[in-house]
């Protein structure tokens, strides 16, 4: 993903235990939503997360529970030539005007005292703070966005991550919002983030980076 997690430390994972929670589970989710993944409308915090970093982002489980969006699809990924061929991804649902808000990214909100080292789902969304969202294993539609390196038709996204600040009590808060580029995106179209350099280069064994590109 674009802004991977909070830096990692030497500190080992720690495990995450409360995936089962059945109070966790809508009573709708999104078409072909994998069943093995708890569908999330709210943020999930992270009991390890200390009182001033929920206070400084005014993170909160109360917001208001968003529905399933009636802007995006997840679709199963069937051109044979597409990179991601046979995973999932995001794709608009109807035509999306530039720079128009899509949804939050919703996930586990956590710091590196508990990181999953594994994940490719982490998010950063505070890197001072070291606070990430990560939607391995629970999240909303925003989990589904490919990376546009390699995508037929694609030569750079067409969608981007960025954190907004929502006023007012306990519905505000610092989020991570994917937000259409600066073209229209029209229905039908794949979603496509740019993970940034350093999560490939993460992943080919070159060693970290984590700047934002
Ligand atoms: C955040 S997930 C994206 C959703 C994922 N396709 C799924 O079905 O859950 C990130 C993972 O998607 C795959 N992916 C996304 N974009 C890709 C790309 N351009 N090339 C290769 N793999 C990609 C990689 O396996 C990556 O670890």
Known sequence: M???GPPRT??????????SSSSLKPSKTPSNWPPEIIYLTRPHLSKSLPAETITSLSLSTTNPPSAPSTLVKIRKIADPAHPAFGQLGLFAA?????????LD????????????ELSDYD????????VGVDAHRMGNEGRMVNDYRGVPGF????????????RGGDGGGVRMGL?????????GIELCVS????????????GEDLSIN
């Open 155 to 166: 030569v750079r996204a067409n969608v981007v991550f960025e954190t907004r600040r929502v």
């Open 10 to 19: 030497l500190k080992p994972p720690t495990k995450i235990t409360t995936a």
């Open 123 to 130: 998010l950063c969304l505070d890197r001072e703070l070291r």
């Open 105 to 116: 990214y919703l996930g586990y909100v956590h710091d590196d005292n508990d990181l999953d």
């Open 179 to 187: 937000w259409v580029g600066s073209r229209d995106v029209k229905k």
């Open 195 to 206: 993970y940034g350099k350093g999560f490939w280069k993460e992943r080919s064994g070159e």
């Open 94 to 102: 109807k035509t999306l005007p530039a720079r128009s808000f899509i």
């Open 2 to 4: 674009p802004t991977k």
